[in-house]
């Protein structure tokens, strides 16, 4: 049974580094062609694709985001990770991880809200 | 980027009728798309896979089908537990894009 969860700081002020783990079971980080991607939301509003990982450490990220990402992963303890710096209000959203196979986002962790105040 | 236009934004259909939402790519993605279902304070649902194929455990009433750049989603007799909003997303190349939603209402 394939499951994620992500976990965060829930409030953190603008212009920290928020960093999200994304626990998950199921699957194994190291098979061949698997991968986990980072999603956010907005309130009200739709998906915005933020980073992936994939099994051989090849990574891709959102150039919207400019250089404020980072996504690692640590297969032995089958997490990965994501690093965004220099928040914002507009970082305000549930965050989502996703495992990457066959072709698309096929599970979803419960999301964790993240909210970017002073 | 490659932009993902999705449509109708919303939709208002009556049970048992046929629903078919739609997303234009900008350029050629081939069968690089996915349809996603999200109900509210619940994380997105895979659909379809590779623009046609049916992820497991979803009903047979969910069809994908693609005409050169255009991707469509059939319900083909809606039921209640369809409503929500539906996304699309491609994968053809990064950034991954998502389409900006349709939401799915019952009349």
Redesign the interface.
Known sequence: QVTLKESGPGILQPSQTLSLTCTFSGFSLSTYGMGVGWIRQPSGKGLEWLANIWWDDDKYYNPSLKNRLTISKDTSNNQAFLKITNVDTADTATYYCARIEPGSFDYWGQGVMVTVSS | DIQMTQSPASLSASLEEIVTITCQASQDIGN?L?W?QQKPGK????LI??AT?L?DGIPSRFSGSRSGTQYSLKISRLQVEDTGIY?C?Q?YS????????TKLELK
């Open positions: 690089w996915a996603y994380s997105p649902q895979l896979h590779s194929s992820a996304y997303l994968r990064n950034p991954w894009t998502f389409g900006g939603g």
